[in-house]
């Protein structure tokens, strides 16, 4: 991977970051990564197709999370370039290939496997939303822990409108949508929402006024998550996902593990110690 300079930040690694095995800006051909005192940024490059999630774009993000799942980094944003974040899967693509030679099948998998990975890695990640995610590309945003979207964002799931009804989509859609009417609503009719109903939904957790402010909201929860020891954090987001698909009972059972768990952390006893003492805790 090639060293590329930031076109719209300047990345200045912390030591720690200088000798981890990610470079302070890389490029493949579709995917920039960069990385900012425990933040790393992913961005889909590729706004001439709509940064379209190509079998290729997909393995490369496939890739790319795979590398940042283990280094010093305590927070991911993922951004696209240009005015479309993503329009979900390459319609042309999936018309040049058939069913009969495996690679539909293939792409829906590898599409599944990333946003299952999204939530199963150990650093949260926050989508960073600029003009329309549509299908798929609506899908990646819901993966994503965390979402912020300028007011001018839109968000769809089309495909009934050319044939294909969104079903993977939906899968995470309905379960990030707090309306479960909604949900269907937007999968049925593949009519866009505003950033203004993602945010009532529950599809975004905030709204920013243009990618300057977008940027600056980003930033600023990615600080205050980052203030926190990344094993608690961890621990934390590993818990959440498991739990909340469990009935109540054995939700608490299991949350009551995990609860003992997080006891043991030296961080923990460190936080609670300087808690009792009204300091600030010294965590490493």
């Not at 990610?22 to 001439?48: C, E, F, H, M, Y």
């Not at 920013?208 to 987001?237: F, H, N, Q, W, Y």
Request: glycine content about 6%.
């Amino acid at each position: 991977l090639a060293l590329q300079t930031g076109r719209h930040h300047r990345f200045v690694p912390s030591c720690r970051e200088r000798q981890s095995n990610i470079p302070r800006r890389t490029q493949s051909d579709l995917i920039s990564v960069g990385v900012d005192n425990g933040v790393a940024r992913i961005r889909l490059n590729n706004p001439k197709s709509r940064n379209a999630l190509s079998f290729e774009m997909l393995s490369q993000l496939s890739n790319h999370l795979d590398v940042v799942k283990d280094q010093d980094i305590g927070v991911i944003l993922l951004s696209a370039e240009g005015n479309v974040f993503s329009s979900g899967h390459d319609l042309k693509e999936i018309k040049n290939r058939t069913s009969e030679d495996g690679f539909h099948k293939s792409l829906f998998a590898l599409c599944s496997d990333v946003m299952l990975r999204l939530q199963r890695l150990p650093q949260p990640v926050i989508a960073q939303v600029h003009g329309l995610a549509t299908a798929a590309g609506c899908q990646l945003v819901a993966a994503c822990d965390l979402a912020i979207a300028t007011e001018s964002s839109r968000f769809q799931c089309p495909g009934v409108k050319v044939g294909l009804f969104c079903t993977t989509p939906g899968v995470a859609v309905v379960r990030h949508v707090n309306s479960e009417k909604k949900a269907l609503e937007m999968l049925l009719t593949g009519d866009a929402i505003s950033a203004q109903e993602a945010l009532q939904y529950g599809l975004i957790n905030k709204i920013a006024k243009d990618e300057l402010e977008l940027e600056s909201m980003s930033m600023e929860m990615a600080k205050k998550i980052l203030v926190t020891p990344r094993s608690v954090i961890a621990l934390g987001k590993k818990g959440f996902y498991q739990q909340k698909d469990l009935p109540v009972e054995e939700a608490y059972r299991f949350g009551e593990s995990i609860m003992v768990e997080n006891l043991r952390f030296d961080e923990t006893k460190e936080g609670i110690a300087a808690f009792a003492e009204k300091r600030h805790p010294k965590w490493k």
